[in-house]
């Protein structure tokens, strides 16, 4: 009995590492989807608004922003606002209505994309995105897909009396 309860246990390991390393790919797909989808919509608002270096800026505010504490505010925002102090008000609003741009968008596609591939529908993925984040900050939207990925996967092999079972017996 004891070597049946040890095997199931070890069948929850696998499945949960298994979960977070699917999850994990999943992720670094869907930013670098993120990463593709911003750094065109950066280089064609540059191109538009007129802005030099419109590659090199792309590029680097769309890779500053893989990172999820980072974000592409950290560099568009003390850019709008020093324009702003500078009295450059209408390269400031441009740059203002860009970043909006692709922050809706940004916003929009996030959780579609890892609901998509999650295969969670994106109201969920929204929701728990959303509750994360105001229980754990900015880390939480990282911690969102995770959490569902494993709690759906033990409910597709309804794992859970599984691992109550074995809460159980290690109490």
């Known amino acids: ?38 750094f065109i919509g ?3 608002g540059f191109q538009v608004i007129g802005i030099k270096q419109a590659l090199n800026l792309s590029f680097f505010i769309a890779f500053f922003d893989f990172f999820p504490v980072l974000g592409i505010e950290m560099i568009m925002f003390p850019w709008i606002i020093t324009l702003a102090l500078l009295n450059q008000i209408s390269l400031s609003l441009k740059l203002l209505i860009l970043y909006g741009i692709i922050a809706l968008i940004r916003n929009i596609l996030e959780p579609h994309l890892l609901s998509k591939k999650i295969k969670i529908p ?39 009396q599984e691992i109550y079972k074995i809460i159980k017996k290690s109490l």
Do not use: C, D
């Open 1 to 38: 009995m004891n070597h049946l309860f040890k095997e199931k246990k070890e069948n929850l390991y696998t499945t949960l590492i298994s979960s977070f390393t699917e999850t994990f790919i999943i992720i670094i797909k869907t930013y670098s989807i993120l990463f593709v989808i911003t």
């Open 42 to 44: 950066l280089f064609l």
């Open 122 to 160: 994106a109201l969920y993925m929204f929701v728990a995105m959303y509750l994360f984040m105001k229980l754990m900050g900015i880390w939480g939207v990282m911690v969102a897909p995770f959490v569902l990925l494993v709690l759906n996967n033990f409910r597709q092999k309804n794992n859970f």
